[in-house]
């Protein structure tokens, strides 16, 4: 992020036909021709559940096969390109074939679940429960060398007409994943594999709960013995797939919150110091300086804000969170510097009118004596005033570049029901939309020289 940018979010599944295909594509080259040269999607993993949450996976390195583009061949099976990729991916690959596949012949049980000698992966055991289905792990590896191809397309398409994808990791994985499977030692379990305590936040903006999210929490110690060495592996993972990626829930390097297992909310839960700097500047060694972005939103204490400004990592200012009346609220303008990314909202926002409609007329009134043009329209007003804004990147959602309302939103923090399932509307995002945002991207110094 060396000079002013803007972007667009908007995930796979959300594209016409939700796959990495024609639509993908053609939205590269759309934004490419009005100067928006960031694309911001979503984590590429298989959910847990089809169509289900990208940020509860199987597997925090595989793809998910439910984005491959099927209308086209697959690439060949065989030859330099095939053997040198899986050579490179073994580490995470094989596992995740193993687990995968095991998992399918138990009804998608999770692990702790299985016999013992599977669910400890005896390796004598689960060459046992696998010897008869070559044709399952095969097809799961074809899966992945599918996606990885097709995925190295739009990227090299991308990188032609000087777009950056942008991708998202989330800080934690999934306890019914491979790599809790296969990695037990780096986590904090019990001897029968299950969580001693598992992850959330406490309440804040978007649940008076909290939210109980579940996952397994780290041992850090046990990731420190080899210098973090998974870590650095998931890093240049994401590398691979993405120029620029977030890292989601960023606090949790600082201090993380601890729920019990046997609590219903996340309200009864207990921060607990993490790693800080040690894991995060492996973090950027193995990326690259100016390729992480830290989700810095939620209980954010000046002890995080250092480990983020001292690893040189720009921050998150959502304007929809700016007019709680507090003239230092740090998602205001006039609190946001350069070295941050701006939205209008982001995945877990309402969308822009739809938040708009929720405020009452005293919110409305201080939301436009900071517009550039009160008497602008929303969503584009809000639009406006994140590009015009000193931070380095600014982003805006899909659906507010559409003007949709709350029946477009992608997702509602802790509830399940009826999320990560908006898809636009085949055509919607046109030529004529991209080029209305286009005019503004470029008349607040957001296109890049060639």
């Given at each position: 992020?060396?000079?002013?940018?803007?972007?667009?979010?908007?995930?796979?599944?959300?594209?016409?036909?939700?796959?990495?295909?024609?639509?993908?594509?053609?939205?590269?080259?759309?934004?490419a021709d009005v100067g928006v040269t960031v694309w911001q999607v979503l984590p590429l993993v298989p959910p847990k559940v089809p169509g289900g949450s990208p940020y509860s996976a199987t597997?925090?390195?595989?793809?998910?096969?439910?984005?491959?583009?099927?209308?086209?061949?697959?690439?060949?099976?065989?030859?330099?390109?095939?053997?040198?990729?899986?050579?490179?991916?073994?580490?995470?690959?094989?596992?995740?074939?193993?687990?995968?596949?095991?998992?399918?012949?138990?009804?998608?049980?999770?692990?702790?679940?299985?016999?013992?000698?599977?669910?400890?992966?005896?390796?004598?055991?689960?060459?046992?429960?696998?010897?008869?289905?070559?044709?399952?792990?095969?097809?799961?590896?074809?899966?992945?060398?599918?996606?990885?191809?097709?995925?190295?397309?739009?990227?090299?398409?991308?990188?032609?007409?000087?777009?950056?994808?942008?991708?998202?990791?989330?800080?934690?994985?999934?306890?019914?994943?491979?790599?809790?499977?296969?990695?037990?030692?780096?986590?904090?379990?019990?001897?029968?594999?299950?969580?001693?305590?598992?992850?959330?936040?406490?309440?804040?903006?978007?649940?008076?709960?909290?939210?109980?999210?579940?996952?397994?929490?780290?041992?850090?110690?046990?990731?420190?013995?080899?210098?973090?060495?998974?870590?650095?592996?998931?890093?240049?993972?994401?590398?691979?797939?993405?120029?620029?990626v977030r890292i989601d829930h960023f606090r949790g390097f600082e201090a993380a919150w601890h729920v019990p297992t046997d609590a219903p909310t996340a309200r009864d839960g207990w921060w607990?110091?993490?790693?800080?700097?040690?894991?995060?500047?492996?973090?950027?060694?193995?990326?690259?300086?100016?390729?992480?972005?830290?989700?810095?939103?939620?209980?954010?204490?000046?002890?995080?804000?250092?480990?983020?400004?001292?690893?040189?990592?720009?921050?998150?200012?959502?304007?929809?969170?700016?007019?709680?009346?507090?003239?230092?609220?740090?998602?205001?303008?006039?609190?946001?510097?350069?070295?941050?990314?701006?939205?209008?909202?982001?995945?877990?926002?309402?969308?822009?009118?739809?938040?708009?409609?929720?405020?009452?007329?005293?919110?409305?009134?201080?939301?436009?004596?900071?517009?550039?043009?009160?008497?602008?329209?929303?969503?584009?007003?809000?639009?406006?005033?994140?590009?015009?804004?000193?931070?380095?990147?600014?982003?805006?959602?899909?659906?507010?570049?559409?003007?949709?309302?709350?029946?477009?939103?992608?997702?509602?923090?802790?509830?399940?029901?009826?999320?990560?399932?908006?898809?636009?509307?085949?055509?919607?995002?046109?030529?004529?939309?991209?080029?209305?945002?286009?005019?503004?991207?470029?008349?607040?110094?957001?296109?890049?020289?060639?």
């Amino acid at each position: 992020m060396a000079v002013r940018r803007a972007g667009v979010l908007v995930h796979l599944t959300s594209l016409p036909g939700g796959v990495v295909g024609k639509a993908a594509h053609d939205l590269v080259d759309l934004l490419a021709d009005v100067g928006v040269t960031v694309w911001q999607v979503l984590p590429l993993v298989p959910p847990k559940v089809p169509g289900g949450s990208p940020y509860s996976a199987t597997s925090a390195m595989a793809g998910n096969p439910a984005l491959i583009d099927r209308s086209v061949a697959p690439p060949t099976q065989s030859g330099p390109a095939y053997d040198a990729w899986l050579a490179r991916q073994a580490d995470w690959l094989e596992p995740f074939l193993e687990f995968t596949a095991l998992r399918t012949l138990r009804d998608d049980a999770p692990w702790t679940t299985w016999e013992p000698g599977l669910r400890d992966r005896d390796p004598r055991r689960v060459g046992e429960a696998l010897a008869d289905v070559p044709d399952l792990v095969a097809a799961l590896r074809s899966d992945q060398w599918t996606f990885a191809e097709q995925w190295r397309q739009l990227r090299e398409h991308a990188e032609r007409r000087g777009v950056l994808v942008f991708g998202d990791l989330p800080i934690f994985v999934g306890h019914d994943s491979a790599d809790v499977w296969s990695e037990r030692r780096l986590f904090l379990l019990d001897r029968t594999g299950r969580p001693t305590s598992v992850t959330g936040v406490p309440p804040d903006y978007f649940a008076a709960d909290g939210q109980r999210w579940d996952n397994p929490h780290y041992d850090w110690d046990a990731m420190a013995a080899d210098g973090y060495a998974w870590w650095r592996r998931r890093i240049t993972r994401q590398r691979e797939l993405f120029d620029l990626v977030r890292i989601d829930h960023f606090r949790g390097f600082e201090a993380a919150w601890h729920v019990p297992t046997d609590a219903p909310t996340a309200r009864d839960g207990w921060w607990v110091r993490g790693p800080g700097a040690a894991v995060v500047d492996a973090l950027v060694d193995a990326a690259g300086p100016g390729t992480l972005v830290a989700e810095d939103l939620g209980v954010i204490t000046p002890e995080v804000e250092a480990l983020r400004v001292g690893a040189g990592l720009p921050g998150m200012k959502v304007l929809q969170f700016a007019f709680d009346g507090s003239t230092d609220n740090p998602h205001l303008p006039a609190q946001t510097g350069e070295w941050s990314v701006v939205y209008t909202g982001t995945h877990d926002n309402d969308t822009t009118l739809g938040w708009w409609a929720g405020l009452d007329e005293g919110t409305r009134d201080a939301v436009r004596r900071l517009l550039p043009d009160p008497d602008e329209p929303m969503p584009w007003a809000l639009v406006r005033l994140a590009l015009a804004s000193r931070a380095r990147l600014a982003v805006v959602p899909a659906q507010d570049l559409l003007s949709l309302g709350s029946g477009a939103r992608m997702n509602t923090p802790g509830l399940e029901a009826g999320a990560w399932a908006w898809q636009a509307a085949p055509g919607a995002l046109s030529a004529e939309v991209l080029q209305r945002y286009g005019a503004l991207v470029a008349a607040y110094d957001r296109v890049p020289a060639s």
